[in-house]
Every structure is written in C-alpha cells, then in structure tokens.
C-alpha cells in the first residue's frame, strides 16, 4: 500500500501506537496516531526479500512516513527520538513456524534417570488408529542425559486407610530427614539427591559438544524443585545461557507434559530472542528509551514485555490477537451475549468463544507437541480458502490438504487444484473485477474464471456418471461450499454443545480474509440469528494487539480440601500471588491504579479428575461456583464428597488505555434504521441454495452510511474482504460494524426424495460422527475413574433401529468391532419389553461383550411420538475393577468365567427413567461375592459413577439425534443413514483412505467359528485376556496372511494390581484395583520402519503419567524407556518395545497378563524376528539381597514392599533383507511433505480418543 499524500508535521510531541500481526502469508500492520481521525491500515507480505528484510519493520516505516509526512529511507535504522510517545504490539507465528519446520534452537534434555525416553514414548498412542506404518513427531532436543535423581509422593490417595496414613507421615515429618514439604503441601520423599560434580561433569560436556540450550524436568518437581534449581545453577556455573525448567514453566502435575514443555521452551526462546534482538536493531535507539515501548502477545491473549517473551508463551501469539479482537470489538458486558469467533483464512479456520471472560486451556498440542501452558482456546480447522476439493468415494470431500500460496487454487493461475476459493468464485460470490491482480507466473493477472468454469464441469460430469444424478456444476460447487460451511460448524456446535451451552444463543463474530463469504450459511445452519462484522475483520488479529490488556500471571500448586482452613491458606497464596505479579506488572512502567486480578482455583471432586479452573465468581464463594459449572458441564455433582484444590492461579492485568473497546449492541438500540432505496455500485450474477441464479447488487462498503440497511442476496465489498448477504438476510450498516440479521430457517426438505443426493450424504456423515465424537466427550468428562477419565478406554457408537453401526467415533477398535453385536442381542432379548426411559446394561461375552470389564450401555432413541425405536446409542467403557479372584478382575489365572468379576446377558439398569441402584449393587457386589474365592467389586462408587457417565452420554446423543431429526425430518435421516452403510460397503476395498466406518464395512463378511474354541468358548470359560491378547494375535495373523506387515508386539502386556476384597475367612477388606496396558513395537513394512513404544492393532490406550500413578498408588515407578535392539532387524528394521519397572511401596496381589514371551514376533520377506517379552520379578530375600525371578508370561504374585518388576515388551519384526552395514544407513521412512495441523482443545480431544482407544 502507498503511502497517503500529507504534508509534514512536526514530530515533536506526536504519540504514534503500532499494532501488528506477522502472520505467515501476509503482516497486518495498525497504526494510531493521536488527533488523527482515521487510523492507518498496512497489508504487506511477510516474505519479500527483494524489497524488504523485515515486514513489521517495513509496515512501520510505512506508517511513520504517513503519520509524520516526512520519509523514512529504507533499509536504514528507524529513529523515532522526536515522537513523544511511541510503541509497538506484535503478535508473531515465529514460534509456531518454527515448530512445523522444525527449525528451532539445538537443545539437550536433563531428566530423571529411568525416563530418557519419555517423550519418545509420550503417552504410548498412535496418532492415526488404523495405520500400519505408524509415524509420530520426532522430539524437540537433539541429546539426553539422565540425572540420578528421585522424589516421590510419600502419601497415595488410593489408600483405604488415607486419613491414619497421613497422620503417621506428619508426625514423621520433624524426624525423617528424607521427609520434605512440598510447594504443593504434599510431603515429598527425597529417595536419592544429584551427584553434583557428575552432573557439572555431564553439563561440561554438553557445552564442550556445541549445547547452548538446556531443558531441565525432574518427577515430581512441580511440588520439589529444589533438584531443578539445582541443576540450573550448575548449567548457568557452566556458561549455558538457556535454560529451561519444567518446574518453573508451569508447576502442574504430569511429567511427561511438562518435559514436552521445557523442551518446546529450550527449542523456541533462543529463536524468539534472535528474532526480537533483530527487530530492535532495525532502530536507531533498540527500543529502549523511556519513550518507546515494545510488547508481544503472548499465546494467554495478555501483552508482554520483549525481554519477558519466551518460546513457550510465543506458539499462538498471532492467533491470540483475533479472539482478543473479536472479544472487544463484538462482546458487550451491559448486554451479554457470549461470542464465537470465526476467523477463516486461506489455510485454516480458528474457532473460538468469549462470554465476558477468556478460555484457557493448559495443555494443548502444536505441531505434534504437547505443551503445558496457559493458551486462549482457539481451536482451529483445516477448512479454508485453500482447501482443496475431492470427488471421492461417493462423498464430497473438503481438505484438509490445502493448495496453500503455491500453487494456490485453480483460479490463480499456477496449475493449481479446485478448491473454496474457486467454488466461491464459480458461483459469483468472489469478483474477479474487484479482486487484486496476483495471479499467474508474475503475479500481475486476473482471477482465471474459465479454468475453474472447466474443472467444474469436468467434474460435474463426472458425479453424475457415477451416481446417475444431473446435477449442474453450479450446484457442484455449492455442494462444495455447504460441505465446507458443516465441516466449519461442526467444531462451533461441539465447542459450546460438548460444554452445555446452546449454540444458537450466541452471536457469530466473523473475521480474517474469508469468513464473510461464508458467515451466512454457518449461522444459518447453527441457529445462529445475527453476525458481527468489524471494519477491520480483515486485520482484526492486528487490531486486537492494540486492544490488549499487558499480563503477567504467577501460579502455585496446592493440594488442599477446600474447607474453612483450606480456604484460608488458599487466600494467603492468592494474597502472595498478587503481590508477585504486581511487582512484575509495576516493574513494566504499568502503574498500580491501572491493575487488576483474575484469581483462580483448579478444583475438583475428591476421587475424581474432573478439574475445572474457577474464576473467583463476584459473590465470592467459589465452592457454590464450583459446584455450579461442575453441574452444568457434567450435568451431576457429588454432595457427599470433598472438594480438592489442586492450582492455585492470579493472572494480574495491567489495563490498556490505547484504544476503547467498541461493541455494537449500544448503537443498534438508538439507531434508527433508513429505509432509503440504495443504488449498487455494480451487479453480479451469483448462485444461492435458495432460488438458484440471482442477479444480486453489489456495494462498496465505503459508500454505504450508518443506518443504511441492504438486504440480501447481495454482496459487500472493501478493498480486503467480500461480505455475502445470503437470501432472506439483511446487513445493517454501523459507524464501526456490519451487522448480517439471518433469519431462522424451518425443516430442510428432501430435494431428491428417489435418489440420495450425495451432497447430503457429506453432511450427514459430518452429523453423525459428530454425535458419536460428542458422546465420547460426556462420557470422559463425566467419568471418575482414570481407565475412562485418562486412558480413554471406552467408546461411543451409534446405531440403526435394526442395530447396525451407523457411526463411531475413533476410539477403541476392539469395542467398535463388537458393540453392534451387543445392541442386537438386547434388540432381540427385549423385543416389545423396551418403553422410553428404559436403559440396558450388559457385559457377558455370549451377549455381545468382549471380556467383563468392558460395560455397555445401551439406550434406544423414541421418536416424537414416544412409540417407535429410531436409533440406538451404545457407550462402552473399561472397568478397572469389577470384582472376582483378583483385584483388577484380570486374572491370569482364571479358567472360569465367575472368576473374573460381575456378569450380566442384560438388565434395565435405568427403568422409565429411575436409576436401578439396588440392580446395579446385586450385579456388582452381590453377585459376584456369592461364587466361590470370589469378591465384590473393590471400587463400588466409581462403577456406579462411571455407569452414570456412560448414560449421560447416552442421553447427549438423545438430544443431538432429536435435533437432527426436527432438522431434517425422520425418513431422510433414515435414508440418509442406509446411504451412509452402503457408501462404506463400496469403499470396503480401498481402506487406506478415511471413510465412515459402520457396518457397512462388515456387510460382505462372513465370520464362521466353530463353538467352543478358542475364538468362541462357551459361556463358561474364562476370557479376560481374548479382548487385550487373543485379538493381538488374530491381527497379526490376518496381516501376515495378507504379507500387509511383519508382525508387532502381539500384546498389551497387563499389569494389574491392588488389595483388599474377599479374603480366606470369607471377611471383606477394602481395598483398590488398577490394570494398565504397556506398548511395545509395532511391526516393519514395505517402505516403512516399525514405531518403538507404541500401541498397536485392538488398542491404543494412553499410560499413566508417571505422577499421577505415584500419586495414586503405592508405587515408584523406577524406569520406564525403550527397549533398545528388541526390534527385528532388516532392510526395514521392526520397532523396540520398552522396559517398565513398578516398584511396590506395600502389600500387595499383582497379576501379569502377557504373551510373546516364547515365540517372537516374525519378520517378513526376509526380515527377522522381534525380541521375545520377558517378564522379571525382583524379590527381596530375608536377609536383604534381591533374586531375580523369570515369571514367565502369566502370573499371580504377592508381592512385598521394594519389590519390583521388570516388564520388557516385545519388539516388531522387521521386514526384507539386507546387510548389517546397509542396514545401519537406512534412515526411518516419514514423509517431508508439510501439510496443516488442526489445534486447540477439540482437536486435542479428538486426537486423544483416536490415540487412547
């Protein structure tokens, strides 16, 4: 952009504020300047090299030279000394750029000795559930070294005698040396201290090898740091100028998140600092006279400091300055109505939400890394211009590959692929004649219109061989669009449903270069009825820097019950706190009348991880807060139990006086509309759902007045963004705003009632797994226990009125192959016994189960009339304890089924809506106490909870279906879903590429098992391990047959453990149960290596971090790494397993549940096999000395405190032959290809129950 005509000004005195955002296309730069009316705009590229070093420097000198009508030369340092008052807010992808291209500071990561692997290993998931060659981002540092070094939590929760233990502890606190009080006020015990001239000698020799960047993060040192400080002294003795520790960063409990956080924070600062350190060089006094300020918003939504910017605060730092902007700019508090953000770009779309307060997440991942950090809570899409648009299978297809700014989409002439942009173009919403001439080789053409009018065609001809259908390329391409606009809806409705908020009543602030083409329709289909435009949407993440508030926050963790004397030592942290950040804040030149607090409390029910940070509430009480937001999210609460405070939070805020938020609301209330005729400054022919081709009146925006009201279908236009007023709405014109009116749209007809129109079919298999996604959301929010709240262990379905899988969402694939068989089962028991308000409960295998931890609820779906089944919804979840011989109810032992716990064909746990508690305590206690060694269910209280989750997830469907339903009506759901069985039937044989998965991947197959075999026992025999072993194994039977891959682990190696239950006198003790599974290596393929320490095949369940199973349980978990050579060589080498060594604290009765401890996992054409697992128990003698037992693959044991086990889990085999030499050249296969990833909390989630099933 040229620089206006003006005249010079003198300098002196004049106050100039610069907001910019450094985006990774273009940089939006704002300049305000005090006594001028309009305030300057800049849009530059943000690589330019032929004109420009540094686009932030160029969009400043830019401004500069209009504000003081004088030049400032290019390519000289800027010299601001006149101006009176001068600062700059950047918002900057740096960060985020540097993670996708993995292009930050060498590092090296100090951990605690046992755990070098654990960010390898991270969670144990794979990313994508039905890959064969599995590939997870690499980590951050280049080296690791492991500190001998360890803490522990003295006191475990778990424990049935907590309160007589606690007492013990603290009374032993004065007179045990290796007894400390933590941050947290847990007691912490000091098991070894650091060998201090080993770790100077092991940081001596980092440096000395190139190392200039540490990231430190010990167990447990969120509560004890003191190992952490002193490591930093040590490294800072030595020279190393970054050092980044977990405990500082942000001391909440997780190791494994907090490791991936000190390593994102070493990887990132040094490349923030040399970004900052260059920038202020491009001034001639570095921006430190006491005129000129620098600040950059951090990935919070608060400002900060450029000496106080950090790589961890840094990842959404430009993202951040639109949720800030569209929350000044769109929310009122005197009339609040909360606000989603919907910011659509080229890329990608941002979604987010503001209702007078901003929302946090603490754990979020980028480019796959997750950090823990304060972020706003931006959840973002593969949806945007640039998507490119697919024909396949059936379906229409939107992203999420982008055709990104090369070659860009068809329209731009570089050979590009159809995408958004040119369907908008193609149906008249985007006008060539008023769009900027970057097109072609030199980037000085027009729009291409007749390519895309081609592809269109070509394209319409083509669907319309395949389905029979005459459908027109116009209403392709709308196809297009409206599966584009679901795909966007879809994680708004799941961002404020999943959250128990009514979609509908929010206003839609639209914002970024795309959204307004689109803004219409989304709201439309939401129920959404008005949507707020600000004049500077397009650079609203700019304008938003300089609406920012400056922000430092401090937090501390507690571990507290939230009484009278809780309260209390929480109120003398908050005042702390303050004080804290106070200091920082006034120490920025922000002056204390100008600062204000946003206290928190991370609070959650005793036995439960449901933590929910509380904003202290303006009455004060945030235990009546709490209990509130708890009922509203989780829609129950828990009155008989304690409440815990885990964080204790003040986020201190220096107020902004640069720029007054400014909101609409106020002005529609007094002004008056204009009903005056309006001439168009132009006409287009463009093409709506609603009436097919119009000729539709387009206005420059900057010609239209306040009060002027233009109705659709029209098109609005500035010299960045095109607004589509869609048939049926209206835009008013505001001094600072449009405001669209979208009128509420009634049943959606069926258009093509003798054919399945397959844009429909798009949108309905978005709807359905839509339920199903949302449903697994309730079921782990509203859960207890950690096999359902943390390791993800269950899954959601939902099915047809016959019983058929219609959609899943992509959680355990065990349960999805079998759940259908379980809902026909009880279809077929009940027949006309099922009334609404009936819910059935079931596990037996004969009944459709897998092994009897796995629950199932089952409710069926009543139409409007309450007289017909329509659907039935089916949520599945992993009991860790359920009764039987053995605490964890996984005995390895077994050979009858009463011996592994409670069992049931089937019974209404919930009758014409009343919770049947009595049914549930004879199914979980009664019954399986009355067989023979056998006990109740060790953890009663967490079965009936995580029962009560699984119907209220049930119920959440209830409601979305009925939604759906009143939508569109119930015979073209029906239709739709059938369509959706039989589109997947056809697309059986091309499952490398995601289709819906339901039965109609099934419906070609016929499995024949003969009865009482292996694979179908009787209804007697015990089968605990055929769901987490047996299956393993036919996997990799099915895929060697197939020579698909060399065989993996063939195992979940299962650890249970616990106390308590029945014992020899027939007297029943409390007690606890817990199981997990271990990863191990996953099998070598044509092209690719296999993964080490990885979930394969039937499951892919997260670990417990190491904290909180220490927390829990009477356990030390002394090693947890990767098994190295396990993995079976070859020309593609099979992947390690890992080594997990649980050391036992008490008494206690451990099962180990295993196999491939024999035969090895095989390796293919020539590969060779995996290492075979190996199960060691290390048992103390009487006088001291430890033996080391091989305990083969199964196992029950007692065993005694500072006993130990040593699971080692098998490696994958590997695949082809070739030479040691060749094979130690062979680099792992991953692709280079850089391709958009989705963020942000819904994101994570759905990634999460992909990567815990």
């Known amino acids: 952009m040229s620089p206006h005509k003006v005249t010079e000004i003198d300098a002196d005195g004049l106050k100039v504020k610069i907001a910019i955002d450094r985006g990774g296309t273009f940089t939006d730069c704002l300049g305000i300047v005090e006594g001028r009316e309009d305030n300057i705009v800049v849009k530059l590229l943000s690589q330019d090299p032929s004109n420009y070093d540094d686009a932030p420097i160029e969009g400043i000198r830019r401004i500069l030279e209009q504000a003081t009508g004088r030049p400032y030369p290019r390519g000289q340092k800027l010299d601001v000394s006149d101006l009176k008052d001068f600062s700059i807010r950047m918002g900057t992808t740096i960060a985020t750029n540097a993670l996708l291209e993995r292009k930050g500071e060498r590092s090296a990561f100090l951990v605690t000795k046992g755990f070098k692997d654990l960010l390898r290993i991270g969670n144990q998931s794979r990313p994508k559930l039905f890959d064969r060659n599995i590939v997870r981002p690499d980590v951050l540092y280049d080296d690791v070294v492991e500190v001998d070094e360890r803490v522990t939590i003295e006191d475990y929760q778990q424990d049935p005698w907590r309160e007589q233990s606690v007492s013990k502890t603290l009374a032993a606190l004065d007179t045990d040396p290796h007894l400390v009080r933590g941050r947290s006020n847990e007691i912490v015990r000091i098991l070894k201290t650091p060998d201090i001239e080993a770790v100077r000698a092991d940081l001596q020799s980092l440096f000395d090898n190139g190392y200039r960047s540490l990231a430190v993060c010990f167990a447990h040192s969120y509560t004890y740091s003191d190992h952490e400080l002193l490591v930093e002294k040590l490294a800072r003795e030595v020279g190393f100028p970054q050092i980044s520790l977990s405990s500082q960063l942000l001391p909440m409990i997780k190791m494994t998140s907090r490791g991936a956080s000190s390593t994102a924070d070493a990887y990132l600062t040094p490349v923030i600092r040399r970004y900052v350190e260059g920038f202020r060089n ?273 937090q501390e963790p507690s571990s507290c019950i939230l009484n009278e004397a809780g309260l209390e030592s929480c109120r003398a942290r908050i005042a702390f706190l303050k004080k804290k950040v106070t200091t920082e804040l006034m120490a920025g030149n922000v002056p204390a009348d100008r600062v204000s607090f946003e206290v928190y409390l991370n609070l959650r029910y005793q036995g439960t991880d449901n933590l929910l940070m509380i904003l202290e509430p303006s009455h004060g009480d945030f235990v009546k807060e709490f209990i509130a937001q708890h009922r509203r999210e989780f829609s129950f609460d828990f009155p008989e139990r304690e409440i815990l405070c885990e964080d204790v939070r003040v986020r201190g805020i220096g107020h902004s006086l640069n720029v ?202 009543w139409n409007a009339e309450q007289t017909e089944i329509i659907f039935y919804v089916a949520s599945r979840g992993h009991h860790a304890e359920i009764g039987g011989t053995q605490p964890g109810s996984m005995p390895s032992d077994s050979k009858l089924l009463y011996e592994e716990g409670a069992m049931t064909m089937g019974f209404k746990i919930v009758s014409n809506g009343i919770f049947d508690e009595d049914r549930v305590h004879k199914f979980l206690c009664e019954e399986p106490a009355g067989f023979p060694k056998c006990s109740a269910t060790r953890t009663y209280n967490d079965n009936v909870s995580d029962l009560q989750a699984a119907i209220s997830a049930n119920q959440k469907a209830a409601q979305l279906i009925d939604v759906l339903v009143q939508e569109y009506s119930l015979p073209v759901v029906h239709r739709y879903m059938n369509a959706i069985n039989k589109t997947a039937e056809t697309a059986r044989c091309l499952i490398g590429v995601d289709i819906p998965l339901n ?255």
């Open 282 to 554: 491009g001034f001639s006094d570095g921006l430190m006279s006491d005129k000129t300020r620098c600040e950059f918003m951090q990935s919070d939504g608060g400002l900060a400091d450029f000496e106080k910017f950090t790589g961890l605060k840094a990842i959404l730092s430009g993202p951040a300055g639109g949720v800030v902007g569209h929350a000044r700019t769109s929310y009122d508090p005197n009339h609040p109505k909360p606000v989603i953000g919907f910011d659509m770009g080229g890329t990608s779309t941002d979604v987010s939400r503001y209702d007078g307060k901003f929302d946090h997440t603490f754990e979020n991942t980028t480019a796959g890394v997750t950090v823990m950090a304060p972020q706003l809570d931006i959840n973002t899409i593969a949806a945007g211009g640039g998507s490119i648009l697919f024909w396949r299978h059936g379906l229409f297809v939107v992203g999420p590959d982008s055709a990104g700014a090369h070659p860009g989409p068809a329209c731009y002439r570089k050979g590009g692929p159809l995408t958004v942009t040119d369907a908008n173009l193609f149906l008249g919403r985007l006008l060539p004649d008023h769009f900027p001439k970057i097109s072609g080789p030199n980037e000085n053409e027009a729009l291409d219109v007749e390519v895309v009018k081609e592809r269109f065609e070509a394209l319409s001809r083509q669907i319309n061989e395949e389905t029979g259908q005459h459908k027109t390329a116009k209403q392709i391409a709308l196809g297009f669009i409206q599966v584009a606009n679901e795909s966007m809806a879809k994680p708004i409705r799941a961002l404020t449903e999943a959250r128990g908020f009514d979609t509908s009543a929010h206003n839609l602030a639209c914002f970024g270069g795309a959204g307004g083409k689109h803004a219409c329709a989304i709201a439309s289909s939401l129920g959404i009825q008005t949507v707020i435009i600000h004049r500077y949407s397009s650079i609203l993440s700019a304008y938003g820097m300089a609406l920012a508030d400056i922000v430092h926050e401090s």
């Open 999 to 1253: 039965q109609g991947c099934l419906a070609p197959i016929s499995v024949k098992i003969p009865e009482g075999t292996l694979l179908n026992p009787s209804g007697y025999a015990a089968v605990c391990a055929g769901n987490p072993i047996t299956s393993q194994r036919i996997t990799d039977v099915c895929l060697g047959a197939f020579r698909a891959c060399a065989a993996s682990q063939g195992c979940c190696n299962i650890i249970s453990f616990g106390m308590g239950g029945r014992d020899e006198h027939g007297v029943d003790k409390p007690g606890f149960g817990v199981g997990e599974t271990i990863c191990g290596g996953s099998g070598a393929g044509p092209g690719w290596h296999g993964t080490s320490g990885v979930h394969i095949h039937m499951t892919n369940t997260r670990i417990t971090d190491c904290e909180v199973y220490e927390l829990r349980y009477p356990v030390i978990l002394r090693q947890f790494s990767i098994r190295e050579g396990s993995g079976g060589r070859g020309r593609w080498r099979g992947g390690d397993g890992v080594v997990r060594e649980p050391e036992f604290r008490m008494p206690l009765s451990v099962s180990m549940l295993s196999e491939r401890r024999v035969f090895r996992p095989y390796g293919l054409d020539g590969g060779e096999s995996g290492q075979a697992g190996l199960n060691l128990y290390v048992k103390k003698e009487a006088d001291g000395k430890e033996r080391v037992i091989n305990i083969g693959g199964k196992m029950e044991l007692d065993v005694q405190p500072g006993e130990r086990i040593l699971i080692h889990t098998p490696g994958g085999g590997g695949w082809g032959t070739t030479s040691a030499t060749v094979l130690d050249k062979v680099m792992a296969n991953g692709s280079t290809q850089k391709s958009f990833e989705p963020r942000g909390s819904l994101v994570d989630w759905n990634h999460e129950a992909a990567s815990a099933s």
């Open 660 to 861: 007054p938020p400014e909101t609409p609301q106020q002005e529609m209330l007094s002004l008056k509309l204009s009903d005056e005729i309006l001439l168009p400054d132009d006409e287009a022919m463009a093409y709506f759902a609603d009436g097919g081709e119009w000729k539709t009146p387009v206005y420059f925006l900057r010609n239209l007045k306040p009060s002027q009201v233009v109705k659709g279908p029209s098109i609005l236009l500035d010299s960045t963004q095109t607004l589509v007023v869609e048939p049926g709405a209206q835009a008013t014109i505001l001094s600072k705003h449009v405001v669209l009116d979208v009128p509420r749209t009634g049943k959606k007809g069926d258009a093509t009632p003798d054919a399945i129109d397959p844009i429909r079919l798009s949108i309905f298999g978005h709807r359905f797994m839509s339920i199903a996604e949302q449903m697994g959301r309730t079921f782990q929010k509203t859960s207890v226990s950690t096999n359902i709240k943390e390791r993800l262990d269950f899954s959601c379905a939902l099915f047809s009125p016959e019983g058929r899988l219609v959609a899943n969402a992509p959680h355990v694939p065990v349960h999805l192959g079998s759940m259908e068989y379980a809902v026909r089962f009880q279809r077929d028991q009940y027949a006309s016994q099922l009334k609404p308000g009936d819910v059935i409960c079931s596990n037996h295998p004969l009944a459709g189960g897998t092994h009897l931890p796995d629950i199932t609820i089952i409710t069926p779906i």
